[in-house]
């Protein structure tokens, strides 16, 4: 059975920082592209970040550049996401998602992901 699952969410204050991590069971967690979406409340879903197979790509929504970093470790089957400077803005629950469609990071989509988590809430406070 494939999972994804994420943890590392909260409550925060504006400035603060918060790391996520995701982990996948059930498929060899280096065949696949992952990333970062988030939905904040009465909102659609939005690309946040994602990385290539190997790590040595990634790609940021313009909201999040310079504040937030994705990295992966391939040995642990995990994804993680690096927040820091959080603003009341953030406030979203936070969906981790896998591509085997493709390596390449300009296809990676919503619409496209093979595997999604169910998310977890993050809350900054002002």
């Known amino acids: 059975q494939v999972q994804l699952v994420e943890s590392g969410g909260g409550l925060v204050q504006a400035g603060g920082s918060l790391r996520l991590s995701c982990a996948l069971s059930g498929r060899t967690f280096s065949s696949y592209a992952m990333g970062w979406f988030r939905q904040a409340p009465g909102k659609e879903r939005q690309f946040v970040t994602a990385?290539?197979?190997?790590?040595?790509?990634?790609k940021y929504a313009d909201s999040v550049k310079g504040r937030f970093t994705i990295s992966r470790d391939n040995a642990k089957n995990t994804l993680y996401l690096q927040m820091n400077s959080l603003k009341p803005e953030d406030t979203a629950v936070y969906y981790c998602a896998a591509d085997g469609r493709y390596n390449s990071l300009d296809y990676f989509s919503e619409y496209g992901m093979t595997y999604w988590g169910k998310g977890t809430l993050v809350t900054v406070s002002s």
């Open positions: 990385i290539s197979r190997s790590g040595g790509t990634t």
